[in-house]
């Protein structure tokens, strides 16, 4: 705690960010707004209608809500300072900031991660055993089974927050980068970090495979219980149950694994800029998207939500 204070007090952290005040950077930034704005709207209108409506309140909506309220909080954590400096024409951060940004950005992306995975067994479950679906998926697994995401997540940030933060660090103190990611600033260390990094890309390593492998033996259970039935139509209702969140599984895993995953020859900050993008602004976008235009029930939810608006407005 005593080198948090002692660095907190000496010179804060410049962000390079991604940006330049170019004419393309400008619109590129603005289409990045545009984005940031859809995602903030849309999960919080998800999250609202699975609260308000009670043909939602089902595990598997309920799953939806936590994965909203994640995605909610992962856009605010870092665009919102990224947005502030680049109109500001100030590109510090705090070293407390830093830290906040490190802890609340591995927590989600752990606890989603986890939480994706987790949701491929209930729709295992819901395919597998329709019958027994309320029985196996009942209050208690459904609270377990959040509970421990985030648990996960929160253990994940704050370990990787305070060893992250206890390190000296010197120099100009630039990362590289647009918000304080946790590579990053390992490079402006002013001790050598390589073994901190080595059980750093174990941790992602095991973080990302451990839920996927989960998905991946969900979704071969899927695959097989599919795969007898004879019903045309109950193929198509396992593959309407099933894409969305496979939709969603491929646009965070993707991204993470690229991020995460390469070797470090591979790496190059622009790379990685680019792709931090994706998963920590436009992925949160699209999961609210992906999970309501290509379900009949949420649409549903929302027609009668705006029925009861355009009813109260009449009155």
Known sequence: METWVNQ?????????GIFSHSTADLVLFSAVMVVFTVA????????????MDPQLHTPMYFFLSQLSLMDLMLVCTNVPKMAA?????????????CGIQIGLFVCLVGSEGLLLGLMAYDRYVA??????YPILMNQKVCLQITGSSWAFG??????????????PYCGLRKVNHFFCEMLSLLKLACVDTSLFEKVIFACCV????????????????????????????????????????????????????????????????SHDKVASVFYTVLTPMLNPLIYSLRNREVMGALRKGLDRCRIGSQH
């Open 154 to 167: 929160i253990i994940d940030g704050l370990i990787q927050m305070v060893v992250v933060m206890s390190f």
């Open 40 to 51: 903030l709207c849309g999960n919080v209108l998800l999250i609202f209608l699975i609260c």
């Open 127 to 132: 395919i597998s055993h329709p019958l027994h």
């Open 206 to 269: 095991f973080m990302l495979l451990f839920p996927f492998s989960i998905i991946v033996a969900s979704y071969a259970c899927i695959l097989g219980a599919v795969l007898r039935m004879r019903s045309a139509q109950a193929w198509k209702k396992a593959l309407a149950t099933c894409s969305s969140h496979l939709t969603a599984v491929t646009l965070f895993y993707g991204a993470a694994m690229f991020i995460y995953l390469r070797p470090r020859r591979y790496r190059a900050p």
């Open 8 to 16: 907190s007090s000496t010179n804060d952290f410049i962000l390079l």
């Open 85 to 97: 400096n680049f109109l500001s024409g100030r590109k510090s951060i705090s070293f407390v900031g």
